[in-house]
C-alpha cells in the first residue's frame, strides 16, 4: 500500500477491470431518457439525439482498451504531494539537451489532451523536427481528476496545484524547466512561474483568463483597463465573453458555486456524465471525446474535479501579476483573450500568436501548430 506521505515515486499501468466495462455498458443500455419537446433542439442545451448517438457508441463501438493501451505505452508514476496522489506521464527525451516541461491539462479534459504531441515533444529527430528542440514531458493528472483520484480535503485551486507541481518537478530533479498548460492548465502554468520563479524558464499557454472586474470567474484587480479605449481585437473578445456566458457557460457558474449538488448525478449516471462533460468539447471526434469522459467514468472523479472551478473562487487574489516569459497560442475555436486585461494580469508576456485553426483542445484538433508555437518560445 501505498504511504500517505513521503517522496516515493511508484510505478503505475492503467488496468480497468472487464467488469467496469461491462457495467459502463449495462448502465448505457438502461438508461432513462429525458423528454425533449419539439423545438427544444435549439437553445435549450445538449440536444437529446446528440447525446443518444454517443451514448450508442460508447456502447457498442467505442472500445477503451485502445486508449487504455495508447497510454501505457508511456511510462506512468504516482506519488503522494501536500496528502493527495498524483498520477502523471513520464516521457525523458532521446536528447541529451532536452528541456523539461511540465503539461497541465484542464476539465473535462485529462492526460490524454497531450497524447498526439508526445511524440513530436520529445523525439523531434523522429518527426522530421530539430533536434535542437525537445523536451522531457511531465503530464499529471490534476489532483482530484483521473488516477490522481478524488482529492482527500479542500483547497485545492490553481496556486496549490502549482505548489504541488513544483514539489513534483523537484521530487524528479529537475531544477530548471518550463510549463505549458490548456484550460485550467493555462491558469496554473503562469502560477508555477510565480511560486518557483528560479526554476521555470517560462509558461506555454493556449488561453489567458483575464477579465474586467465582475466579468466572469474573476478577481477585481488593483488596476482596471479602460473598457471605452480598448483595441478592436480586445472589444471583440469581450463581447465573445460576454455571449459565452450568456449561452454556454452555465457549467461554470455550477461548478464555482454548487458543484457537489450536480456531482451525485453525473456519479451515478453515465449519460448524465456524458451530456453534462460534452457541452464543452466541441469539435472533437467522437472517440476522443468519448475517451476523456470514461476516464472520468472510471476513475469516479466528477465530483472532485468540478469542485476546482469552486476551489479557484475561494483562493485568495494574487498579490499582483506574474513575471514569468509568458507565451499565449491562441486558436480560432476557442475564447480569445483580451490583451489589456492579460497585460494587466501578467507582465511577462514576450510571445502572442494566433492561428487560422484548432480550438479549445488544440492538441487534439491542431497538434503540428501548437508543436511548433511550444518549440519556438522555448527555443528562445
Avoid at 488544440?362 to 497538434?367: C, I, K, R
Wanted: include cysteine.
Amino acid at each position: 500500500m501505498e504511504p500517505r506521505t513521503g517522496q516515493e515515486l511508484f510505478p503505475f499501468t492503467i488496468r480497468v477491470p472487464d467488469s467496469e466495462l461491462a457495467d459502463l455498458r449495462e448502465r448505457l443500455a438502461k438508461a432513462r431518457w429525458a423528454p425533449e419537446p419539439a423545438g427544444a433542439a435549439d437553445g435549450y442545451g445538449v440536444p437529446r439525439a446528440r447525446i443518444q448517438q454517443l451514448a450508442e457508441h460508447w456502447r457498442d463501438a467505442y472500445d477503451w482498451r485502445v486508449w487504455e493501451d495508447r497510454l501505457n505505452r508511456y511510462p506512468q508514476f504516482t506519488t503522494t504531494i501536500d496528502g493527495t496522489r498524483v498520477h502523471f506521464l513520464h516521457v525523458r527525451s532521446p536528447e541529451p539537451h532536452a528541456l523539461p516541461l511540465i503539461c497541465s491539462h484542464g476539465w473535462p479534459g485529462s492526460v490524454a489532451e497531450f497524447l498526439d504531441v508526445i511524440g513530436p515533444l520529445t523525439d523531434p529527430r523522429a518527426h522530421g523536427l530539430s533536434p535542437e528542440v525537445a523536451f522531457d514531458l511531465v503530464i499529471p493528472s490534476l489532483p482530484g481528476f483521473a488516477w490522481s483520484g478524488p482529492t482527500p480535503d479542500t483547497g485545492w485551486g490553481p496556486r496549490r496545484i502549482a505548489r504541488a507541481w513544483a514539489t513534483l518537478m523537484d521530487r524528479l530533479g529537475y531544477r530548471r524547466y518550463g510549463a505549458a498548460g490548456n484550460d485550467w492548465g493555462s491558469h496554473v502554468s503562469p502560477e508555477l512561474g510565480r511560486i518557483a520563479p528560479e526554476a521555470v524558464v517560462g509558461a506555454h499557454v493556449t488561453q489567458l483568463f483575464s477579465f474586467p472586474e465582475g466579468e466572469w470567474l474573476s478577481y477585481p484587480p488593483s488596476v482596471e483597463p479602460d473598457l471605452g479605449e480598448l483595441t478592436p481585437d480586445d472589444r471583440a473578445a469581450l463581447d465573445g465573453l460576454r455571449h459565452l456566458q450568456r449561452h454556454a457557460g452555465s457549467y461554470a457558474h455550477v461548478h464555482g458555486r454548487q458543484p457537489h449538488t450536480l456531482a451525485f448525478a453525473l456519479t451515478d449516471s453515465p449519460v448524465g456524465l456524458l451530456a453534462w462533460n460534452s457541452q464543452a468539447m466541441g469539435g472533437l471526434d467522437a472517440d476522443t471525446l468519448l475517451t476523456h469522459v470514461t476516464i472520468y467514468w472510471l476513475t469516479g472523479t466528477a465530483t472532485s474535479a468540478m469542485r476546482l472551478y469552486a476551489e479557484y473562487e475561494r483562493q485568495p487574489p494574487a498579490d499582483g501579476p506574474t513575471t514569468t516569459p509568458l507565451a499565449l497560442a491562441q486558436f480560432p475555436h476557442d475564447m480569445q483573450a483580451i490583451r489589456a486585461c492579460a497585460e494587466r494580469d501578467h507582465a511577462g508576456i514576450v510571445s502572442w500568436r494566433t492561428y487560422d485553426r484548432g480550438g479549445h483542445y488544440a492538441a487534439h484538433q491542431a497538434p503540428d501548430l501548437l508543436v511548433h508555437d511550444i518549440r519556438t518560445f522555448f527555443a528562445a
